[in-house]
């Protein structure tokens, strides 16, 4: 959304740091519309997550039409999607998906009566740890990687595939030192660069890249079809849409 902002501004250069790895990179995660201007550093990838003193195994959510069962009424939280934040571009994954939509959205609202968490994607960590809510969305592969040994906590990627979004670096017009920026947008795409930042951040999609743990792969599960880059950039439609079904915040 930034970048899109940014750029609708006038603000960026038309550049690609000449690193071969980003040929490695799978093509659905870079922009198009417009192409050229910005490039993929990770993606911030979410999906579900579950209580497992609360949810047996033989119930863990296999998709997401499996959230439509009424036992879950009251047993579900999100974050906000009526708003910019992982919420909202998650549930506009869901949007934009073949076989959900807005539809699938007004039914899970009436089936389960999600509860809205204000704040960040650790709150949602945070709840399903403790018990407050069985499953959750906005869950996220990294949560996994500092919880404490034994946190009733499990990632679950529906078969529809991740949600996504990707995080990205441009070149700002009229900056100061252009070919220091670029040399480090270059040096940034070398492999050991891209492993220490997915190391100590989230994923970067390269198949070369080993993620902490298995559940924060961006190359090993599916990916659910790309969110339009026009959404993204002007998303107000969606957030109108969403308090529709949800209220107004």
Do not use: C
């Not at 119930?59 to 999607?81: A, M, T």
């Not at 009526?82 to 959205?105: K, V």
């Not at 961006?218 to 993204?232: D, F, G, N, R």
Request: net charge positive; proline share 10%; hydrophobic share 40%.
């Amino acid at each position: 959304q930034y970048m899109l902002e940014l750029h609708s501004l006038g603000l960026l250069v038309k550049w690609r740091p000449p690193a071969p790895t980003l040929n490695d990179i799978p093509k659905e995660v870079f922009v198009r519309e417009p192409a050229g201007y910005w490039w993929p550093v990770h993606l911030s990838a979410q999906g579900l997550v579950v209580n497992t003193n609360m949810v047996k195994p033989a119930d863990y959510p296999k998709s997401y039409h499996d959230l439509l069962n009424p036992k879950w009424k009251g047993k579900v939280g999100i974050r906000d999607p009526r708003a910019s934040g992982g919420g909202g571009w998650h549930m506009m994954h869901i949007y934009a998906q073949p076989g959900l939509g807005i539809e699938y959205i007004k039914k899970f609202k009436k089936a389960v009566e999600p509860f809205i968490l204000r704040g960040g994607s650790r709150r949602i960590r945070g709840a399903i740890a403790r018990g407050q809510f069985a499953i959750a969305l906005s869950g996220r592969g990294e949560f996994l990687r500092d919880l404490p040994k034994g946190a009733p906590v499990a990632f679950i990627v529906p078969k529809e595939g991740l949600a996504w979004t990707p995080s990205s670096m441009a070149l700002l017009k009229n900056a100061r030192h252009p070919n220091a920026a670029k040399l480090a947008m270059t040096w940034f795409y070398e492999i050991e660069n891209l492993q220490l930042w997915t190391d100590n951040g989230r994923p970067v999609p390269h198949p070369k890249i080993k993620v902490p743990v298995p559940e924060m792969s961006v190359t090993k599960y599916p990916l659910m079809k790309k969110i339009p880059e026009k959404w993204l950039g002007k998303p107000n439609f969606f957030f109108k849409e969403m308090e529709q079904v949800f209220g107004v915040r």
